[in-house]
């Protein structure tokens, strides 16, 4: 059994280190932001622009089960054009 727990591999260490750095950089944005706030005043709208870059910034660099379904999604319609294709030749 502990073979078998040895040989999964399931990459939780790096996602967890993955995750680690991106809440370090959004919290290191968002800190400066607030810095900078503090320092000179820039308006609501800035701040919500900077907020939203951030937080949509570090989403892209999770993986999660949509980008699986993309890929899927892809592999059915080459499937599906190879058929039409097949069709296509079998008609003529």
């Known amino acids: 059994m502990r073979d ?3 040989k999964r591999g399931e ?3 790096a996602a967890l280190g993955i995750y680690g750095i991106l809440g370090g950089a959004e919290l290191l944005v968002l800190t400066g ?3 900078r706030q503090s320092r000179e005043r820039f308006s609501l ?3 919500v622009i900077i907020l939203g870059a951030t937080l949509t910034a570090a989403s ?3 993986f999660h089960d949509g980008h699986w379904y993309l890929g899927e999604a892809l592999a059915a319609l080459r499937q599906v054009e190879g058929l039409e294709s097949a069709a296509g030749r079998l008609a003529a």
Request: proline residues 0%; hydrophobic residues 60%.
């Open 33 to 35: 932001a607030a810095g």
């Open 11 to 13: 990459g939780w260490l």
């Open 60 to 62: 892209l660099g999770i």
């Open 4 to 6: 078998i727990w040895h």
């Open 45 to 47: 709208g800035h701040a």
